[in-house]
């Protein structure tokens, strides 16, 4: 009877964390979108809207905002840690490196303004991650230089920052961009650009003066 007794409040206790779990998914799957949509003023009851859910319980899981935007940032950044290391696994360097490049650039595309937001928001863990992401993808670009794959007139620091690139698209001389394309157009020619044997020789800087 004892067994049966101690059993009962297990099994009604268990629904209740999932919930509680489900809950926190949404809320933070919720707060990537609304922040990637409107930025990072985006206010808590967008957030709860979003996710289905009473703003309470946003404020349950998050109390400051901080602690909101750490979770968004981490959270992006461990999806990204997880292709650098799937870049380095890969047997062809050039292969892994365009998968790396290419969620680069669309996560900063869609989440514009976070990327300046990673020390005045993210703390000492988003911090962490963020130093692991930068060492993770000089390896993956060094090693598809090392391969022949990926010109080497660049520093990995000069190809990653044109990761940004996609995320500077806008009205010119009148003309908007094509929706149809979005991002990919400026993906696929910066990656043209950036394997060997199909780009011409790196232009000078213009001079002043």
Known sequence: MNTERSATPQGTAMPVRADAQRNAARVLAAARRAVASNGLDVSYHEIAREAGVGVGTVYRRYPE???????VLSDILTELIDTAHQALDCDDAWEGFSSL??????????????SGSL????GPAVAQ????LLDLTRRVIERAQDQGRLR??????EVLRLTGAP???GCVLGLETDPAQ??????TVLLDGLHTGRHRRRAEAPRSG
Do not use: I, K, S, Y
């Open 152 to 157: 080497r007139d660049l520093t990995w620091q």
């Open 182 to 187: 979005g991002h990919h157009l400026v993906l």
């Open 119 to 122: 020390d005045q928001h993210g």
């Open 129 to 132: 991650q963020r130093h692991e």
């Open 65 to 71: 905002r901080d602690q909101l935007m750490a979770a």
């Open 101 to 114: 490049f290419t969620g680069l650039a669309l996560r900063t595309a869609q989440n514009a303004g976070l």
């Open 167 to 169: 995320a500077v698209q």
